[in-house]
Each structure stands twice: as structure tokens, then as C-alpha cells.
């Protein structure tokens, strides 16, 4: 499950990471940080991977950013549930942000899979990507 608030539209203090940023914490900052502070520990919480299930990366990109979710399917009284192990989100830079949609998309798995906490997991295995981009699925295809 994606935070689909994440990153659109971008929380009001996503800028303070910029070069020189002032910090101003005014209400809709402090707003958006309880929002978010709250989404992390409502379900699905991480949970820790097992040896044995199955990786799903699923991720999603917009105009200003990307998020991605490691989740895995592991087997509970014979059913198949998914946990999430980990998940990020990235704001894009100017030169990112001129990218096309589908690029944009691409741009998200590369990052993903490359992200040190995602790789020590997907390595060496066998994954699915789950991504909702027509024409990405289009070139899958």
C-alpha cells in the first residue's frame, strides 16, 4: 500500500531539504507532519522479511516525486498475506521533473531496485514490480 498522499502533492515542509532553506514551521506544517507521523504507524506496520516469501516492489511516481513499497508474501495459517518490510519516497529534481510520464515511472523502478535498504533484499532474487503506467506495462508486454 502506497502513503498516496506521498509525495503528491508534497508535504508543506518538503522544501526545507532545498540549499538555504529557512525554516518556518507555521499550522499546515505541523498539520502535515502529524498526517504523516500518523500514517506510519497505522497497518500495515513493517513487519521483518522471511527467507522463504516472495518480493513485490511496487512504486508510483507524479509530477513532483516517486514512492516505492518492498512488501513480501509469506504464509499465515495457509493463507498468503503481504507485510511491508520497507518503503521511501523521493522528490524529484528540476531536471527529473521534465521528464515524461513514462520516464518518470522508469525512473522510480531504477531507483527502487538501486536503493541500498531495497537491494540487500532483492539481490539474487526473483521479484515483481508492480507499476500502473500504461505505456510502461505496454513495453512489458
Known amino acids: 500500500m502506497l502513503l498516496l498522499w506521498l509525495p503528491h502533492p508534497p508535504p508543506p515542509f518538503a522544501g526545507l531539504i532545498k540549499k538555504?532553506?529557512?525554516?518556518?514551521?507555521?499550522?499546515?506544517?505541523?498539520?502535515?507532519?502529524?498526517?504523516?507521523?500518523e500514517a506510519l504507524v497505522q497497518p500495515p506496520v513493517l513487519d521483518y522479511?522471511?527467507?522463504?516469501?516472495?518480493?513485490?516492489?511496487?512504486?508510483?511516481?507524479?509530477?513532483?516525486g516517486m514512492g516505492a513499497v518492498l512488501e513480501q508474501e509469506q504464509e499465515e495459517n495457509r493463507r498468503l498475506v503481504k507485510w511491508v518490510i520497507a518503503y521511501t519516497s523521493k522528490t524529484l529534481n528540476k531536471s527529473q521533473r521534465l521528464?515524461?510520464?513514462?520516464?518518470?515511472?522508469?525512473?522510480a523502478v531504477i531507483t527502487a531496485i538501486e536503493l541500498h535498504v531495497?537491494?540487500?533484499?532483492?539481490?539474487?532474487?526473483?521479484?515483481?514490480?508492480?507499476?500502473?503506467?500504461?505505456?510502461?506495462?505496454?513495453?512489458?508486454?
Open 20 to 37: 538555504d532553506a529557512k525554516l518556518i514551521w507555521d499550522d499546515d506544517c505541523e498539520q502535515a507532519f502529524q498526517t504523516v507521523k
Open 49 to 64: 522479511p522471511t527467507k522463504d516469501g516472495h518480493f513485490v516492489l511496487s512504486m508510483d511516481a507524479s509530477d513532483t
Open 99 to 107: 521528464y515524461c510520464a513514462t520516464n518518470k515511472e522508469l525512473q
Open 118 to 141: 531495497f537491494k540487500c533484499y532483492l539481490t539474487g532474487r526473483h521479484f515483481t514490480v508492480v507499476i500502473d503506467h500504461a505505456s510502461v506495462i505496454w513495453l512489458h508486454n
